[in-house]
């Protein structure tokens, strides 16, 4: 059985639940509708689970308990036991990555977590949706942490191929090479990335988007003079990079109290 092909269920999903950190939350896919909050993959990719639902007739939820900053602990103790009580059929997992940026990141100990998750959202009946984090060889700094990454991609699709979950695979999306995917942070990404992923993830559930040309990359781009690439890289270190570590010194972080954007199943418009 090859994971990305796998099925969608006989009936469609009804009730999704996202958890995680601030991918799924959504940033940086600005919510024209609410001005300081997000959309992002989980959302666009409840709108395509919803418009299936109503193809057959079936009444679709939605909830997004996804909180930015969190490490794969405050998602699994905290999001994880909302999440099963609201009964859903459908959950979306995705942690870790922040975890990954700490100094002793422990990716046996990350691995055991997420996959002791995964067996309690399979225990319910209810379907598991994972996504390995993307390469980040181009990346500045990060770079150095790509073996990481790599663990964690394939830890991910050991867990799915053991339980039977589905797999976003971002680590083989070319597309999401391109800096022009990502926000000025150069940690999340744009509206465009985003809805390239959800159409990835609606994929990898099952479904043929109408969309197929997600993973095209964007036409080439001519390369930046050196000069300008130097001023982008100082503006990021100093309106990025400095507040994160500033924040990681005063052990704060950008989710500090802060709460769900979508707590409760509600119909997805």
């Not at 988007?209 to 990359?217: F, G, K, L, S």
């Amino acid at each position: 059985m090859t994971l990305a092909r796998m099925s969608p269920p006989e009936r469609p999903w009804r009730r999704y639940v996202a958890i995680g950190d601030s991918f799924t939350e959504g940033m940086s896919d600005a919510d024209p509708r609410s001005p300081g909050e997000y959309v992002g993959w989980a959302d666009r990719l409840a709108g395509l689970l919803a418009e299936v639902a109503a193809r057959d007739g079936v009444a679709f939820e939605y909830a997004n308990l996804a909180v930015r900053g969190r490490l794969l602990a405050d998602v699994t103790d905290r999001q994880l036991g909302d999440a099963l009580a609201l009964a859903p059929d459908l959950v979306s997992i995705v942690g870790g990555g922040n975890d990954i940026l700490r100094p002793r990141a422990d990716m046996s100990a990350l691995a055991a977590r997420l996959e002791e998750a995964v067996v309690a959202i399979r225990a319910t009946g209810a379907d598991v949706l994972l996504a390995t984090p993307t390469d980040p060889e181009g990346a500045p700094v990060i770079r150095h942490l790509r073996g990481r990454h790599a663990t964690h991609a394939a830890n991910i699709w050991t867990i799915a191929r053991r339980h039977g979950c589905h797999v976003i695979d971002q680590w083989g999306m070319t597309s999401l090479k391109d800096w022009r995917m990502w926000a000025p942070d150069r940690i999340h990404l744009t509206s465009e990335g985003h809805r390239r992923v959800a159409l990835n993830a609606f994929t990898a559930l099952g479904y043929a988007p109408q969309d197929a040309n997600w993973e095209v990359p964007l036409p080439p781009k001519p390369p930046a003079p050196r000069g300008e690439r130097l001023r982008g890289d100082r503006a990021w270190l100093v309106e990025h990079v400095s507040p994160w570590v500033g924040r990681r010194l005063r052990g704060r972080s950008s989710g500090d109290a802060r709460t769900a954007k979508r707590p409760q199943l509600t119909p997805y418009d």
